[in-house]
């Protein structure tokens, strides 16, 4: 099994749409959650972070985590062109003393206008 | 402005040559990092330190090396032991690796090409 899961892409979704990523992890000690953004060709860039139950929202973005299902979403409202990228979930696990992102394979997004 | 520089951004290694991909951070960051990404792939940790003179093996560590001199500084040298080095490198720092509550920045890659 792998340390962390993200629904199978391509997603491809209307312009204006809600897009919805989902995300599984194995690992209960996992205590931080990260949402990071990837242009093709580009480096991560980190858009969304989560460490309670619940939803947080961001502007367009809400991130929902659920700690009992091991379960952190993404939810992006309105969505635009812009928004076309691999989003890539990050869970921040016990590394003895340190505390490493573990990173998912990414699910790539396409907004169509 | 604070940030990760790596360079360069595109590196050609041939067969049996060993190469350093360069990562300067000022952003005062204890821990560093090293990333593999392959097309279509997550990223894959091959080093990170936590300190200076101090660092530990990721999980795919085999054909590469690092060093940690300075605080600002974190070199990955990729060797000829590493047989499929074509990749998408990046680098990373965070203000300290036993904090839950920070994410990583990253610089903006090395793409290495086999030639």
């Known amino acids: 099994q792998k340390e962390v899961e993200q629904n199978s892409g391509p997603l491809s979704v209307p312009e204006g749409a809600i897009a919805s990523l989902n995300c599984t992890y194995s690992?209960?000690?996992?205590?931080?959650f990260f949402w990071y953004r990837q242009y093709s060709g580009k480096s991560p860039e980190l858009i969304m972070s989560i460490y309670s139950n619940g939803d947080k929202e961001d502007g367009r973005f809400t991130a929902q985590l659920n700690k009992a299902s091991q379960y952190v979403s993404l939810l992006i409202r309105d969505s635009q062109p812009s928004d076309s990228a691999t989003y890539l979930c990050?869970?921040?696990?016990?590394?003895?003393?340190?505390?490493?992102?573990?990173f998912g394979s990414g699910t790539q997004l396409t907004v169509l206008p | 402005d604070g940030g990760i520089t790596q360079s360069p951004k595109y590196l050609f290694r041939k067969e049996g040559q060993n190469v350093t991909l360069s990562c300067e951070q000022n952003?005062?960051?204890?821990?560093m990092y090293w990333y593999r990404q392959d097309p279509g792939q997550g990223l894959r940790l091959i080093y990170y330190?936590?300190?200076?003179?101090?660092?530990q093996k990721g999980d795919i560590a085999e054909g590469y090396s690092v060093s940690r001199e300075k605080k600002e500084s974190f070199p990955l040298t990729v060797t000829s032991a590493q047989k499929n080095p074509t990749a998408f490198y990046l680098c990373a720092s965070s203000i300290e690796s036993g904090e839950w509550n920070y994410g990583y920045t990253f610089g903006s890659g090395t793409r290495l090409t086999v030639v």
């Open positions: 330190s936590q300190i200076v003179n101090d660092f």
């Open positions: 990050a869970v921040k696990t016990p590394r003895g003393s340190a505390r490493q992102l573990t």
């Open positions: 952003l005062n960051h204890d821990a």
């Open positions: 690992d209960r000690g996992s205590q931080s």
